[in-house]
């Protein structure tokens, strides 16, 4: 039996096991809302596991949402997460802690800070177990790209949070516009917890998006500032280095069927020259009954510049060479909904790392549980 079958049979297993019993149709449930409620308590639960031929890995993630109405137009939230890796390691973090206010009218206004989800793209939303429809979250908001030079800091295309921020939103009903300062690029999130902090640097971010007709929104984001500090660099008198980050998206809607798609282009400088990464993810989800939908997702993403080794043992900092790398995810599942609360799901992931040939193939199967606590 090839590799390609096992996986298929693996996958077989798996919705065998967790589809015993069904009901209602398949939805994305939003995030925590206070507006109609003095507190607001959302808690999502979520476990899967990925097979190959001859191993497996799993994953756990306990996210909660709070949400406190300050007063009728002010509102504090907070987020933190407990998650274990595919490598067992548990972290800890927060990823919101925010305080935000809004003023009603035909441009509503919203104006918040603290540690915001980032507007770069569209998957940030997907950010939740329960809001993503797929097993694996988005790759090209958590891979990190391949070092592109020497004495450099790692840097990701971009990240699904931001650092510590004010930002301000005007919408209208076929419309919407923000506009942020930030402490820090995405590219190297300064995280609210953890050891790991890049020193700060101011960045300016602003997007927006237009709906032409119900079932069709549009999108553009822009950010600009200092990715990685002179201080932090092996030659610090080659100066700061500085990221543009670009990204356009465009979800529609028709019927029971929605397709989206999310393009980000990061040029990093380097001491002569730049790098740009480039990241294209295109979704589709099908509702097929009440009970059941299937969904897919491809995401390609690349590199101009990657360090390079003349062998494996060669040290990575040591060889001067550079070549573009690309990297390329897979992914299609079906899941449905056991309750109100209880979602399953099972399908195959492949994928091709940066740097690598071969493309690796895994059934996967996850088990996600929501509450909303009022």
């Not at 449930?29 to 890995?57: F, I, K, W």
């Not at 500090?229 to 080659?238: F, G, I, V």
Request: aromatic fraction near 8%; glycine fraction near 8%; proline fraction near 5%.
């Amino acid at each position: 039996m090839t590799r390609l079958a096992l996986t298929a049979l693996a996958a077989a297993v798996c919705a065998t096991l967790l589809a015993a019993r069904a009901v209602s149709a398949q939805e994305l449930p939003a995030a925590s809302d206070a507006s109609t409620a003095r507190v607001g308590l959302d808690s999502v639960a979520s476990a899967d596991m990925y097979t190959a031929t001859d191993e497996h890995a799993g994953s756990a993630v306990l996210d909660i949402s709070a949400a406190w109405r300050v007063a009728s137009r002010v509102q504090v939230s907070f987020r933190p997460v407990i998650s274990r890796g595919l490598d067992g390691a548990w972290e800890t973090n927060v990823y919101q802690a925010a305080m935000r206010y809004d003023r009603p009218g035909q441009v509503r206004l919203r104006f918040e800070g603290g540690y915001l989800p980032s507007p770069i793209g569209i998957l940030p939303l997907e950010s939740r177990a329960d809001q993503n429809p797929m097993i694996t979250s988005a790759q090209n908001y958590d891979a990190w790209l391949p070092f592109f030079e020497r004495g450099t800091p790692w840097v990701q295309l971009t990240s699904g949070l931001y650092p510590l921020a004010a930002q301000v939103t005007a919408a209208a009903e076929r419309w919407d516009v923000r506009g942020a300062v930030l402490g820090s690029s995405t590219a190297r999130t300064r995280p609210l917890t953890g050891e790991d902090k890049p020193p700060a640097a101011a960045q300016l971010a602003v997007g927006g998006g237009v709906t032409p007709f119900i079932g069709l929104r549009v999108g553009a984001s822009f950010e600009r500032g200092v990715y990685a500090r002179a201080s932090e660099l092996a030659d610090p008198s080659t100066g700061d280095r500085h990221a543009t980050i670009v990204g356009l998206d465009a979800d529609y809607s028709a019927g029971f069927t929605r397709i989206y798609a999310d393009w980000i282009q990061g040029v990093f400088d380097r001491a002569t020259g730049s790098t740009t990464g480039r990241t294209l993810t295109v979704t589709g989800v099908r509702t097929l009954s009440p009970r059941w939908y299937i969904a897919a997702r491809l995401q390609h993403e690349s590199t101009t510049d990657a360090l390079v080794r003349a062998s494996r043992s060669d040290s990575l900092l040591a060889h001067p060479l550079t070549e573009p790398q690309t990297q390329l995810s897979v992914e299609t599942v079906a899941g449905l909904r056991l309750t109100p609360e209880l979602t399953v799901r099972a399908g195959y992931y492949g994928y091709r790392e940066f740097g690598e040939t071969d493309f690796e193939s895994h059934a996967a199967c996850s088990i996600v549980w929501t509450q909303r606590w009022r």
